[in-house]
């Protein structure tokens, strides 16, 4: 089956610290891995995705195919980082665009 | 102002009553998709579109329909055989269906009175 399960529904961290949002993912194949962010009052985007090995933000997510894995870190957390967060995997059986979301991590960066 | 857009931001209905959720995007994007957000379950996909005329169920397709007569737009129709019907839906778009990067409009809140 096909899925992505993020454990954590919410992460409270104070500004400057560490930050590792925890994603994993059960998929057959190479996975297409994404994470995607919502703000208060804005639409849900596209933070970065694997095959890019991009930071975004000074986020970045490493795909870890031995622990099925594509967890989201920042080093330094800011204020501005507080949202919600979904992983997502690229679903299917052919390049439909299917999207299979994870549950969300709402991140909280407290002053 | 490009984009895609979603009406009415906040829709009311009464048991029983159909209902339907408009979506429309300008960005000439070939596939279009619907999902469900729920608290604690992250969003789930009802129906998706990769091609004008054509459409597919998603995972949680009963108690909703949709249309593609146009590619700017692919409005969905909540029926009364929805169970539970009060949520957050959002409507997608990507470039084709191979796309990595999927674009969000703002939301409609469906409420059942």
Same mark, same amino acid.
């Given at each position: ?111 | ?50 091609? /004008?005329?054509?459409? %597919? &169920?998603?995972?949680? $397709?009963?108690?909703?329909?949709? =249309?593609?007569?146009?590619? @700017? +737009?692919?409005?969905?129709? /909540?029926?009364?055989? %929805? &169970?539970?019907?009060? $949520?957050?839906?959002?409507?997608? =778009?990507?470039?084709?269906? @191979? +796309? ?14």
């Amino acid at each position: 089956a096909q899925r992505v399960t993020q454990p954590e529904k919410l992460l409270s961290v104070f500004k400057g610290a560490p930050v590792e949002l925890k994603c994993n993912y059960s998929y057959s194949g190479s996975p297409e891995l994404f994470w995607y962010v919502q703000y208060s009052r804005q639409r849900l985007q596209l933070l970065l995705r694997h095959i890019s090995r991009e930071s975004i933000k000074g986020f970045t997510a490493d795909l870890n195919k031995g622990e099925t894995s594509f967890h989201l870190k920042k080093p330094f957390a800011q204020e501005e980082d507080s949202a919600m967060y979904y992983c997502a995997l690229k679903g299917g059986s052919s390049n439909t665009g299917k999207l299979i979301f994870g549950q969300g991590t709402t991140l909280q960066v407290k002053p | 102002d490009g984009g895609i857009t979603q009406s009415p931001k906040y829709l009311f209905r009464k048991e029983g009553q159909n209902v339907t959720l408009s979506c429309e995007q300008n960005l000439n994007h070939d596939a279009m998709y619907w999902y469900r957000q729920d608290p604690g379950q992250g969003l789930r996909l009802i129906y998706y579109s990769q091609i /004008v005329n054509d459409f %597919q &169920k998603g995972d949680i $397709a009963e108690g909703y329909s949709v =249309s593609r007569e146009k590619k @700017e +737009s692919f409005p969905l129709t /909540v029926t009364s055989a %929805q &169970k539970n019907p009060t $949520a957050f839906y959002l409507c997608a =778009s990507s470039i084709r269906r @191979e +796309s990595n990067e999927q674009f969000f409009g703002p939301g409609t809140r469906l409420t059942v009175l």
